[in-house]
């Protein structure tokens, strides 16, 4: 019953920042408070939801991983060079989804067969992916591949955008594998005591693979809304993307100390971030100081983890 109390009142701690941050933002710009600056901030956050709801499920287990952005950036570029080169915008976007689960299972091998630090291992792959996707695009972002497809994602669905739908299926679909499926209860079975999990039969290292291979899903979805946002792949892309999407699973009462997490939190940890970003941006705030108001989101997030954890 305490841990309960203690949940709900950060969750309503969350959201009343949430809420607060918006007022403030309110009252600063008359910018804020419209329709279309509202559809943005949610657009924005579509692509952070989309990776951080798979680093919300890594964290969950007790481990990380760094190499999301450049997940993301190597499978919109693989991506984008299939429409370039006249493939079916769908073949070439499942393909993308098929490059990410294989990126990400690579990882969860590593971590799970191999025994090795996760940590470690995504910084790794981090530098790996990164250097693939540089390599095989020259360094060059690749440009109107396919306008059919920017269209489409930049579509509205009763006046939702397309990625905004998009990263809620995801985020709904995790949502409903944490609480009714086998799955999601081992998740925090081995993000709680990993030990005890495997000497009750449970496969911990096919769990570890699985995983980090929805990690690597969910990234190259983000790598999918993002470039029908931006009509471009960029060798650059998600450069940053892991602290913003460690940022929205720690501001959701995600512990890197494994066994727990939200993905309600993470979508609220996410607008938090995009709000703020869109606010500080709206106020002409340089770019680095949004990056240290990251940064000390996620320090208080973690005193207030230690803080509820006693």
């Given at each position: 019953?305490?841990?309960?109390?203690v949940n709900l009142s950060r969750k309503f701690g969350i959201i009343a920042s949430l809420l607060a941050l918006m007022l403030v933002f309110t009252l600063l710009t008359n910018k804020f408070l419209s329709v279309?600056?509202?559809?943005?901030?949610?657009?924005?956050?579509?692509?952070?939801?989309?990776?951080?709801?798979?680093?919300?499920?890594?964290?969950?287990?007790?481990?990380?991983?760094?190499?999301?952005?450049?997940?993301?950036?190597?499978?919109?570029?693989?991506?984008?060079?299939?429409?370039?080169?006249?493939?079916?915008?769908?073949?070439s976007a499942i393909a993308g989804l098929a490059v990410g689960v294989l990126l990400g299972a690579l990882n969860g091998v590593m971590i799970a067969k191999m025994r090795l630090q996760p940590f470690l291992v995504?910084?790794?792959?981090?530098?790996?992916?990164?250097?693939?996707?540089?390599?095989?695009?020259?360094?060059?972002?690749?440009?109107?591949?396919?306008?059919?497809?920017?269209?489409?994602?930049?579509?509205?669905?009763?006046?939702?955008?397309?990625?905004?739908?998009?990263?809620?299926?995801?985020?709904?679909?995790?949502?409903?594998?944490?609480?009714?499926?086998?799955?999601?209860?081992?998740?925090?079975?081995?993000?709680?005591?990993?030990?005890?999990?495997?000497?009750s039969g449970i496969n911990t290292a096919k769990m570890k693979i699985m995983t980090y291979a929805f990690s690597g899903f969910c990234s190259a979805l983000a790598s999918v809304i993002f470039l029908g946002r931006?009509?471009?792949?960029?060798?650059?892309?998600?450069?940053?993307?892991?602290?913003?999407?460690?940022?929205?699973?720690?501001?959701?009462?995600?512990?890197?100390?494994?066994?727990?997490?939200?993905?309600?939190?993470?979508?609220?940890?996410?607008?938090?971030?995009?709000?703020?970003?869109?606010?500080?941006?709206?106020?002409?705030?340089?770019?680095?100081?949004?990056?240290?108001?990251?940064?000390?989101?996620?320090?208080?997030?973690?005193?207030?983890?230690?803080?509820?954890?006693?």
């Amino acid at each position: 019953m305490k841990k309960l109390n203690v949940n709900l009142s950060r969750k309503f701690g969350i959201i009343a920042s949430l809420l607060a941050l918006m007022l403030v933002f309110t009252l600063l710009t008359n910018k804020f408070l419209s329709v279309s600056n509202f559809l943005n901030i949610l657009q924005q956050a579509a692509i952070n939801l989309c990776v951080a709801v798979g680093m919300t499920f890594v964290i969950i287990t007790g481990g990380i991983d760094l190499s999301v952005g450049s997940v993301m950036a190597l499978s919109g570029m693989i991506m984008a060079q299939m429409m370039d080169g006249g493939m079916n915008p769908l073949a070439s976007a499942i393909a993308g989804l098929a490059v990410g689960v294989l990126l990400g299972a690579l990882n969860g091998v590593m971590i799970a067969k191999m025994r090795l630090q996760p940590f470690l291992v995504t910084l790794g792959t981090m530098s790996a992916y990164r250097g693939i996707n540089l390599i095989i695009s020259n360094g060059l972002p690749v440009r109107g591949f396919s306008s059919a497809y920017v269209n489409f994602m930049n579509s509205l669905n009763s006046f939702v955008p397309l990625p905004i739908i998009l990263s809620l299926i995801l985020a709904v679909a995790a949502m409903i594998v944490l609480k009714y499926f086998k799955f999601g209860q081992y998740l925090f079975a081995l993000g709680g005591n990993e030990e005890a999990t495997r000497l009750s039969g449970i496969n911990t290292a096919k769990m570890k693979i699985m995983t980090y291979a929805f990690s690597g899903f969910c990234s190259a979805l983000a790598s999918v809304i993002f470039l029908g946002r931006l009509g471009a792949a960029d060798p650059q892309a998600g450069d940053g993307y892991e602290m913003n999407a460690i940022a929205a699973a720690a501001i959701g009462g995600a512990s890197l100390a494994g066994g727990k997490g939200s993905i309600v939190g993470t979508i609220i940890g996410c607008l938090i971030l995009q709000t703020l970003n869109n606010g500080l941006t709206l106020l002409n705030v340089q770019s680095f100081y949004q990056t240290f108001a990251i940064g000390v989101i996620v320090l208080i997030a973690t005193m207030i983890d230690r803080y509820s954890s006693k």
